[in-house]
């Protein structure tokens, strides 16, 4: 694995050699790329006329890099020129010729920037367009001047830099979908959203405001289906869809977006048969059987239905009907029972010879007064005579003494 970076570590080493034998010198430029300083390009001549001349004439030779560089020099050394404008223009068209579109990605930037009247400014942003567009199908990123990683990252980057630059241009509402879209590849599901929302927001009449409005229904049910399996992310999904139905009933897309809201629907019967299977594998056959029955009324029908109905007679020959019953328990296994054998073992633990815990209270017993014995005192204070105890009625039997069980003597 290691064998092809060697070979172009050496590749590499062996250009910057050779480069640097050479008389004039090389330099890399972020906007530019590797460029030769002293060819021809880089010559300077002494009015913005005879540099426009000089660089079209490299172009007209084929020598594209050097014909770049040179209107480069004539906007730089002659910026307030006529000619500058044209200059900065055909400097990112021979950027993008040459596959360097980073590069002419940002010389379309400055254009549109320092000459925001130019009679070339909506073709410049439709060129920003078509570059961030290529990276945002998968075109790869140069390092180096080595190509390497698609970028959705960059391609997101782009796209807000046309809507910030050009918010009034034909291209912009593309530009605010497609930052979706680089958002949407890169997982950023709130931040696509938003993006969209955006679009239906500033550019409520451009045609690619109802494909935004319905790509906001299609990230939430994507989510909803990824997983989820959330009631308000399915709700949401489905007020989207809804929406876009409303305003957008000529749309093309419309009867996708029904078919979206059916799956929907069927999408909580599955969430519902998901919870069922789960407590059927956990062998919780009581609650999986709740669960299968919600199914069979929620989607009468339907395979889902006809999986629930088959499961729960399989369960009811391999356990019984009785133990599916929902109901509390009436056997020994009861919450009672298990309580009960809660409490004997904290008792049973407490009382082991090995036992380390803290010492465990006793409760004290009650202690029991006869109902007309009086009140123990324990001081002089109100002390009188202990009440006599009447004598009973007429046939009827004498009290008892409560310390022998005899009968009380007579007043």
């Known amino acids: 694995m290691t064998k092809p970076t060697h070979i172009l570590a050496v590749s590499l080493a062996a250009c910057l050699i050779s480069l ?10 972020s906007d530019e790329g590797w460029t030769v300083e002293g060819d021809e390009g880089s010559v300077v001549e002494k009015t913005a006329v005879d540099q426009m001349k000089h660089a079209e004439k490299l172009e007209a030779e084929g020598k594209t890099a ?12 002659f910026g307030l020129s006529l000619l500058a404008p044209k200059a900065q223009l055909k400097t990112a068209q021979l950027q993008e ?3 360097q579109y980073e590069a002419a990605y940002g010389s379309y930037d400055k254009y549109i920037t320092k000459y925001p009247k130019g009679e070339d400014f909506e073709s410049a942003v439709e060129s920003m367009f078509k570059i961030a567009k290529l990276f945002l199908e998968g075109a790869k990123r140069r390092l180096l001047g080595v190509p390497v990683a698609p970028s959705m990252q960059k391609a997101q980057e782009m796209f807000e830099g046309i809507v910030k630059r050009a918010p009034v ?11 979706g879209q680089a958002m949407e590849k890169q997982g950023k599901t709130v931040e696509a959203i938003a993006a969209y929302q955006q679009v239906v927001a500033k550019y409520p009449t451009d045609p ?4 935004a409005l319905y790509q906001i229904g299609y990230v939430r049910l994507k989510e909803y289906r990824d997983g989820s399996y959330d009631r308000n992310d399915a709700q949401k999904a489905r007020e989207s869809f809804e929406e876009f139905i409303n305003r957008y009933p000529e749309s093309e897309k419309v009867p996708q977006a029904r078919e979206n809201i059916k799956s929907l629907e069927g999408g909580q019967t599955k969430n519902v048969l998901e919870v069922a299977k789960f407590y059927d594998k956990s062998k919780q ?6 669960y299968y029955n919600d199914v069979i009324k929620a989607e009468p029908g339907t395979p889902a239905s006809d ?7 399989q369960l009811k020959a391999q356990v019984g009907e009785d133990a599916l019953q929902a109901g509390p328990e009436k056997t020994e296994n009861g919450s009672r029972a298990q309580a009960h054998r809660k409490m004997q073992a904290k008792v049973d633990t407490a009382s082991r010879p090995d036992f380390v815990g803290p010492p465990v209270t006793m409760p004290e017993a009650p202690v029991e007064t006869a109902p007309n ?8 204070e109100g002390l009188g005579p202990v009440p006599a105890v009447e004598p009973p009625l007429p046939g009827q039997p004498a009290p008892l003494k409560p310390d022998t069980g005899l009968p009380l003597p007579p007043p």
Do not use: C, M
């Not at 034998?21 to 430029?29: D, E, L």
């Not at 050097?66 to 050394?77: D, N, P």
């Not at 690619?208 to 494909?211: G, L, Q, R």
């Open 373 to 380: 014995k009086p009140k123990l005192r324990t001081g002089g």
């Open 285 to 290: 056959y009581k609650a999986a059987v709740i």
């Open 208 to 211: 690619v405001a109802d494909n």
């Open 307 to 313: 999986y629930a109905k088959l499961r729960i007679e």
């Open 169 to 179: 241009s034909k291209w912009a509402p593309l530009a605010q979908f497609n930052a």
């Open 97 to 99: 010729k040459t596959g």
């Open 20 to 29: 640097s034998v050479a008389p004039a010198a090389v330099v890399y430029r």
């Open 66 to 77: 050097a014909a770049a560089k040179a209107y480069q020099g004539l906007v730089k050394h």
